[in-house]
């Protein structure tokens, strides 16, 4: 099966800029995160969808940082206005459901704002 | 809260060396245990998941251990390659309508010929 899509893989933005990511999970599953992971730390959770409802959005900076996720497929992840300290990867991962045991990863975007 | 914590942070080894990584986590009310491997510029690959009701799941050269009242999980691995190079990151799951993992920091792991 196909793994879980994110572009871009790089992006490099000045601060105050605005930044959106994309995702498409694994066909089928309904579950869907997106994670931070600055370097040197381990991912923290930003956002769960269960279909195209929010079930977990307590860590995400709700003042600059929106996620959507339409039809219950595919993602966006947008940060308006970014902040020097929001450089870090961005990983999205999916899952059959909320019951499901295991998760699978995409490759993730890094973002650097200068 | 929960945290996690892996120790040690980094290891080099020569290769052939059998090695051990640690995760330790402070809530011992969890419903599994997961292990990853990251790879530079990659996402993030499941090794081995461990159900709370678990001791211990093996995957070829792979093996982790799971103390859950103690709050401890180890990843044992066996005659290292330098394939095996990467970090990795123990992750818990507190219930099991609850999916949210917490994440380590991870280990960053270099296995030299």
């Known amino acids: 099966e196909a793994g879980v899509a994110q572009s871009p893989r790089y992006k490099i933005i000045e601060k105050r800029q605005s930044v959106a990511f994309w995702c498409n999970p694994i066909?089928?599953?309904?579950?869907l995160y997106w994670y931070q992971q600055i370097l040197g730390q381990g991912p923290k959770l930003l956002i769960q969808?269960?279909?195209?409802?929010?079930?977990?959005d307590s860590q995400l900076p709700k003042d600059r940082f929106s996620a959507e996720r339409l039809k219950g497929v595919d993602s966006t992840l947008k940060i308006q206005p970014a902040k020097l300290e929001d450089s870090a990867v961005y990983l999205c991962?999916?899952?059959?459901?909320?019951?499901?045991?295991?998760?699978?990863f995409g490759s993730g975007t890094r973002l650097t704002v200068v | 809260k929960q945290e996690v914590t892996q120790i040690p942070a980094a290891l080099s080894v020569p290769e052939g060396e059998n090695l051990v990584l640690n995760c330790s986590f402070t809530?011992?009310?969890?419903?599994?245990l997961q292990w990853f491997r990251q790879d530079p510029g990659k996402g993030l690959t499941s090794l081995l998941l461990?159900?709370?009701?678990?001791r211990e799941q093996t995957s070829g050269r792979l093996n982790a251990s799971l103390d859950k009242s103690s709050g401890r999980s180890t990843l044992y691995i066996a005659a290292s390659q330098p394939g095996d190079s990467a970090t990795y990151l123990c992750?818990?799951?507190?219930?099991?309508?609850?999916?949210?993992?917490?994440f380590g920091q991870g280990t960053i792991l270099t296995v030299h010929p």
């Open positions: 461990i159900q709370s009701s678990q």
């Open positions: 066909s089928g599953h309904a579950t």
């Open positions: 992750a818990v799951r507190p219930q099991p309508l609850v999916v949210k993992l917490t």
């Open positions: 991962a999916s899952s059959s459901g909320r019951m499901a045991r295991g998760y699978t």
């Open positions: 809530d011992s009310a969890i419903y599994n």
């Open positions: 969808f269960q279909n195209n409802g929010v079930v977990d």
